[in-house]
């Protein structure tokens, strides 16, 4: 089976990107190794119903700004990586949970997420999640935290967090390694936060479809 050019060139950018910005042989390595090891098969090309969360009204700045980004040469992966995203974005899936704990009345409202691959997304497969999160401006996602290990990369500004240790922010390209079970949370600025995240699974998931974030 082949993949849909779309997704195919999207993929390829991922792991140009992912693999530009991981230190060799540290975890984050490691973990989109394992990654895209698997991704080297297709699996079950899928449509999945297009939906648009409150949220999706920032997709558009956030693209802006990260194609604004390509004047950074040290960036441009990430640059071309938000370009070929914009391609498959409108054709996903982009919901908010409806688990995850906020202080925040608006959080429905200033988040949302979308299967690439994986259940719900546009190649059906257990093995491999990938999927994208965007944040409304001064949004922050909740504490969470799942089995799989996970590889975030930036496509915007935006700081990520691990524990109680403080914000951190990797700028557009850089990588977030989350090792398996770790709380984490992550918070926008003035700006839409957009963000990829790979992972790499050690089990099938048994999340329901639609509840996207890894
Ligand atoms: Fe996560």
Known sequence: MQRPQPLADFLACLAASLKAAAEPGSPTA??????????????????????????????????????????????GAAANLASAFAAIAPGLAWQARTDRRSSDPNFPNAHANAVIVGAGGLE?????????????????????????????????????????GP??????????????????????DAAPLLAIWTLPMSAPSTRPTGQAHG
Do not use: C
């Open 30 to 75: 490691l973990a989109v190794d394992r990654a895209f090891d698997r991704l080297a098969t297709p699996g079950t090309a899928a449509t999945p119903r297009p939906d648009r969360a409150p949220a999706t009204q920032w997709l558009a700045p956030a693209f802006a700004a990260a194609k604004r980004g390509a004047v950074a040469p040290d960036r």
């Open 124 to 164: 059906e497969r257990s093995d491999v999640r990938i999927g994208a999160s965007l944040l409304a401006p001064h949004t922050e996602y909740p504490d969470h935290s799942h089995p799989p290990e996970e590889v975030y990369i930036a496509l915007s500004s935006g700081m990520w967090r691990q524990n109680d």
């Open 167 to 188: 914000w951190r922010a990797p700028g557009p390209g850089g990588l977030i390694y989350n090792p398996p079970n770790i709380v984490h949370a992550m918070l926008s």
